[in-house]
């Protein structure tokens, strides 16, 4: 079946400007996430949804951040007032769950978008 | 929380077995410890998980330490198509267990 997709695959933005990035999970997971990778490191947590609201965005790194997911399904992370450090790759995953099993709950991430500030 | 610590960089022969190891000595007794791997250019993608006892599955083979400290990904028969970061990551049972907290993982070469 269709795993999680993701776009743009690459988006170029100059600072200051305002970026979506958009997320399809796979169908029927309930829930979702938003991580960040920068060069050379690993993904960080940035939020969590359960089906429509945010559970956990404690990973934003400040209130440029803002995401949404107002269906259950597609989420958008917006980010204003673009910065060079917002450079990076977005990473979305989605899982059946999320909840009360989430320790053995498989996350399935998509390719990613690669974001570039210039 | 509890980390894992695992080496930066490794490298195989093409079907030739490998060996991943990592180590996560704070692990508490209700820890799940599970690795995941990232190829170029692609997002991470799941590969097995357990608890105390020793998992196989296609991909893999996981081997846990009686003690839990330690861990080691095995597998069988590398591949070019294996080439890729290998992530181990722990995770709480409860409230909070949803998010992964990535390391930097270890970074496996296969060679032709």
């Known amino acids: 079946g269709a795993g999680v997709s993701q776009t743009p695959s690459n988006k170029v933005t100059e600072k200051g400007k305002y970026v979506e990035l958009r997320c399809d999970p796979i169908?029927?997971?309930?829930?979702l996430y938003w991580y960040r990778q920068s060069l050379g490191q690993g993904p960080e947590f940035l939020i969590y949804?359960?089906?429509?609201?945010?559970?956990?965005d404690s990973g934003l790194p400040n209130d440029r951040f803002f995401a949404v997911r107002p269906e259950g399904s597609v989420s958008t992370l917006k980010i204003q007032r673009t910065e060079r450090g917002d450079s990076a790759v977005y990473l979305c995953?989605?899982?059946?769950?999320?909840?009360?099993?989430?320790?053995?709950?498989?996350?399935?991430f998509g390719p990613g978008t690669r974001l570039t500030v210039l | 929380d509890a980390k894992t610590t695992q080496p930066n960089s490794m490298e195989s022969n093409e079907e030739e077995p490998v060996h991943l190891p990592c180590n996560h000595s704070t692990i508490s007794g209700t820890d799940y410890i599970h690795w995941y791997r990232q190829l170029p250019s692609q997002g991470p993608e799941y590969v097995i998980h357990?608890?105390?006892s020793n998992v196989n599955n296609r991909m893999a083979s996981l081997a846990i330490a009686e003690d839990r400290k330690s861990s080691t990904l095995i597998l069988h028969r590398a591949t070019l198509r294996d080439a890729a970061v290998y992530y181990c990551?722990?995770?709480?049972?409860?409230?909070?267990?949803?998010?992964?907290?990535f390391g930097k993982g270890t970074k496996l070469s296969v060679i032709p």
């Open positions: 357990g608890l105390t």
């Open positions: 995953a989605s899982s059946v769950s999320g909840t009360s099993f989430s320790s053995t709950d498989t996350q399935y």
């Open positions: 990551i722990l995770r709480a049972s409860g409230a909070g267990s949803y998010q992964l907290t």
């Open positions: 949804f359960q089906g429509t609201g945010a559970a956990d």
């Open positions: 169908s029927g997971h309930t829930a």
